[in-house]
């Protein structure tokens, strides 16, 4: 029972789509409230990374993590929301609600990160919920440091906070 990483292809978008909204649920559902998470649905979210690979694909990665071939995890990654040629953006990490604690969310940071090193980026970055304090832990324990930066985006329905974390890549 291992863990697989491999780069998403088109045919994986639809079941990414299903996993994000499910991981969504279990992750923000003690501080958003549920009519905040039924949109989007499971099928739109299939529709929203189907439509966003069309546009990104040349400029991003999306890592699928599988375990005995059933899709448990993935991770996107790509340039810096700031245009900052030396940073990557870790834009994602998301997994099935069973797989916490498994080990998949570390395999697929730490994979992020050489992708990123790989890439010639000297610094990660990523935005996190500032409520999501399992999330802040999981990334701090990585390395990663809020940076002080705030913004607010859309989950759903709902307008939330979220901070900036960033942590610098070693190259060995």
Do not use: C, K
């Not at 993935?74 to 498994?102: K, M, V």
């Not at 701090?140 to 989950?155: C, F, I, K, M």
């Amino acid at each position: 029972m291992t863990i697989t990483l491999r780069h998403a292809t088109a045919d994986d978008l639809r079941p990414v789509g299903a996993l994000h909204q499910r991981s969504r649920v279990a992750a923000y559902s003690s501080f958003l409230p549920a009519e905040a998470l039924a949109d989007p649905t499971p099928e739109a979210m299939g529709a929203y990374w189907a439509e966003r690979w069309t546009w990104e694909r040349d400029e991003h990665l999306m890592t699928v993590a599988e375990r005995d071939g059933r899709l448990v995890g993935f991770s996107y990654l790509g340039p810096d929301d700031q245009d900052d040629p030396a940073t990557g953006l870790l834009n994602a990490i998301h997994l099935d609600p069973a797989e916490q604690g498994r080990g998949t969310g570390r395999a697929l940071m730490a994979d992020a990160l050489a992708t990123m090193r790989d890439r010639g980026r000297r610094r990660a970055v990523l935005w996190v919920l500032e409520s999501n304090a399992h999330a802040r832990r999981f990334y701090e324990r990585g390395g990663w440091q809020p940076t002080g930066e705030r913004r607010e985006e859309h989950v759903g329905t709902a307008r939330v906070p979220q901070l900036r974390y960033a942590r610098e890549l070693s190259f060995q």
